[in-house]
Every structure is written in structure tokens, then in C-alpha cells.
């Protein structure tokens, strides 16, 4: 593929993916690469109802295969939440540390063996020529009682993951990417553009 648009702002981000997509892609956008990109109001109900209507407008709007994703952690006895607002749980301008707090006290009185719970991340990958295909990944594991490790980000301090005696925060580099929801959807999409190899 000569050119894909990934719509986010996160340059950290198109780093990750200019690796993991090294040799598929020429150049890999940004949305920060276009004046007036779009930001879209992220108001599915399902990761992939956002990641799809990401990509939709990135795709609309640059003219460019696109790619978008939506993840989060979904909590069994929360009844999926956080979910789709896991960035936003505890309200606009939520940070990592009072989204912790929240779920910390959401779960105090859910017993240690009831806490399952999952990373789920969903890419949406859209053509100009109208192929939408989506790759699904997930990570299952318990929400801890209190916070352990310092690597990481979002809710990896209380995520202790299945297989493994830490959290994802304890976990390093190359462990977390050989198990986390968004490696195994990365891996899926690569997977899928050396068997298609569209735009070439």
C-alpha cells in the first residue's frame, strides 16, 4: 500500500504502526498531516461503532485508505463498563489516576474472583473503493484492589493479566506486546494487507 491515513493525533502512535507495518506501507498520515482534520464526536455505543466512524471520516476527508481504532477495558460485574467511555469514566477531562479511583470504588465490594475483565480493541480499516473490514483483539484478565507497577498507561496498574502473576503495568515492552488487545489487532491487519496487498 502506497499511502494510509490513521486518524488520530498521537505521533507515539504512528510510530508503533510505522513499525509494525514496516514493509506494507509506504507512508503512514496522521491526522495532524492535514489542515482541518476532522474530530469526530465519538459517540458509538460499541468500540466498533467508533472506530468505524473514525476511519468513515478520515476516509471521506483525505481521500485515503484509513485506519482507526477504539479500545478499552470492559468489567464483567459492571455490566461492560467503563467500556466505550473508559478514557472519559470518570467525566470530561478524566485523568488515568481518578479513572483508577473510580473503578477502585465501583469495585470495592465485588469479590477478588468475581473481578474478570478485559482489554478489548477494535480497527476499523476503510478504502475509498468501500472495503470496510474490522479486526478484533482482547486481552482477559481480573481487576486488581489496589495499583501495582509503575509501566503503562490508562487502567494497566489494576489489570492483573490471565497467565500471568502481574499487572499489565508490571509487564515489559515485549511481553505486553506479545499479549495486549491492541498487538493482536495490529497483527490481524497485517496479516490481512500481505494477503491482500491492496494499492499495489
Given at each position: 500500500?502506497?499511502?494510509l491515513?490513521?486518524a488520530?493525533?498521537?505521533?507515539?502512535?504512528?510510530?508503533?504502526?510505522?513499525?509494525?507495518?514496516?514493509?506494507?506501507?509506504?507512508?503512514?498520515?496522521?491526522a495532524?498531516?492535514?489542515?482541518?482534520?476532522p474530530?469526530?464526536?465519538?459517540?458509538?455505543?460499541?468500540?466498533?461503532?467508533?472506530a468505524?466512524?473514525?476511519?468513515?471520516e478520515?476516509?471521506?476527508?483525505?481521500?485515503?485508505?484509513?485506519?482507526?481504532?477504539?479500545?478499552?477495558l470492559?468489567?464483567?460485574?459492571l455490566a461492560?463498563?467503563?467500556?466505550?467511555?473508559s478514557?472519559?469514566f470518570?467525566?470530561?477531562?478524566?485523568?488515568d489516576?481518578t479513572?483508577?479511583?473510580?473503578?477502585?470504588?465501583?469495585?470495592?465490594?465485588?469479590?477478588?474472583?468475581?473481578?474478570?475483565?478485559a482489554?478489548?480493541?477494535?480497527?476499523?480499516f476503510?478504502?475509498?473503493?468501500g472495503?470496510?473490514r474490522?479486526?478484533?483483539?482482547?486481552?482477559?484478565?481480573r481487576?486488581?484492589?489496589?495499583?501495582?507497577?509503575?509501566?503503562?498507561f490508562?487502567?494497566?496498574?489494576?489489570f492483573?493479566?490471565?497467565?500471568?502473576?502481574r499487572?499489565m503495568?508490571?509487564?515489559?515492552?515485549?511481553?505486553?506486546?506479545?499479549?495486549?488487545?491492541?498487538?493482536?489487532?495490529?497483527?490481524?491487519?497485517?496479516?490481512?494487507?500481505?494477503?491482500?496487498?491492496?494499492?499495489?
Amino acid at each position: 500500500m502506497k499511502e494510509l491515513v490513521v486518524a488520530t493525533r498521537n505521533r507515539g502512535k504512528i510510530i508503533e504502526i510505522n513499525a509494525l507495518l514496516a514493509g506494507l506501507v509506504d507512508r503512514i498520515r496522521c491526522a495532524t498531516d492535514f489542515e482541518y482534520f476532522p474530530d469526530t464526536v465519538e459517540d458509538g455505543v460499541t468500540f466498533a461503532d467508533n472506530a468505524l466512524k473514525k476511519a468513515r471520516e478520515a476516509v471521506h476527508f483525505t481521500g485515503l485508505p484509513a485506519l482507526a481504532d477504539d479500545s478499552g477495558l470492559v468489567v464483567d460485574a459492571l455490566a461492560g463498563r467503563p467500556g466505550v467511555y473508559s478514557a472519559r469514566f470518570a467525566g470530561e477531562g478524566a485523568t488515568d489516576a481518578t479513572n483508577n479511583e473510580l473503578l477502585l470504588n465501583e469495585c470495592q465490594n465485588i469479590p477478588g474472583e468475581l473481578r474478570h475483565a478485559a482489554f478489548v480493541c477494535v480497527l476499523a480499516f476503510l478504502t475509498p473503493e468501500g472495503t470496510e473490514r474490522l479486526f478484533t483483539g482482547k486481552v482477559s484478565g481480573r481487576i486488581l484492589s489496589a495499583a501495582r507497577g509503575e509501566g503503562g498507561f490508562g487502567y494497566d496498574p489494576l489489570f492483573l493479566v490471565d497467565g500471568f502473576d502481574r499487572s499489565m503495568a508490571e509487564l515489559t515492552l515485549e511481553e505486553k506486546n506479545s499479549v495486549s488487545h491492541r498487538a493482536q489487532a495490529f497483527r490481524q491487519f497485517r496479516e490481512y494487507l500481505e494477503m491482500v496487498k491492496p494499492g499495489r
